[in-house]
Nanobody, 124 residues
Framework: QVQLRESGPGLVNSSQTLSLTCTVS????????WNWIRQAPGKGLEWMGA???????YYNPSLRSRISMSRDTSEHQFTLQLASVTPEDTAVYYC??????????????????WGHGTQVTVSS
């Protein structure tokens, strides 16, 4: 069974850099885009960015100055780094795969594979 699973620290201090990894297991996935999406308490899904197999990246303009994504195809992983975090970055972070670039996700159903999510809390 193919799965995407997020991993990383559950607690980050303000001003630090958040680093998360998404690992594909149980088989291979054909996807054009590998995405990071988050959902803050009481808010909707926010697309953060995407990376292709060739390494091309697409970022949410609101995060462009702080976000970086990379991909290790040999390890079946892709990563997210978010710099200078604040308590407003507290959210459940998800990784997902898709064939299309979805910048305004209304539902996880739009994505082919969706991770379980990992809670990240930024302390003030």
């Amino acid at each position: 069974q193919v799965q995407l699973r997020e991993s990383g620290p559950g607690l980050v201090n303000s001003s630090q850099t958040l680093s998360l990894t998404c690992t594909v297991s149980g088989g291979s996935i054909s996807a054009n885009y590998w995405n990071w999406i988050r959902q803050a308490p009481g808010k909707g899904l926010e697309w953060m960015g995407a990376i292709t197999d060739s390494g091309r990246t697409y970022y949410n303009p609101s995060l462009r100055s702080r976000i970086s994504m990379s991909r290790d195809t040999s390890e079946h992983q892709f990563t997210l780094q978010l710099a200078s975090v604040t308590p407003e970055d507290t959210a459940v972070y998800y990784c997902a795969s898709s064939q299309e670039l979805i910048r305004r996700p209304s539902s996880s159903a739009l994505y082919d594979y969706w991770g379980h999510g990992t809670q990240v809390t930024v302390s003030s």
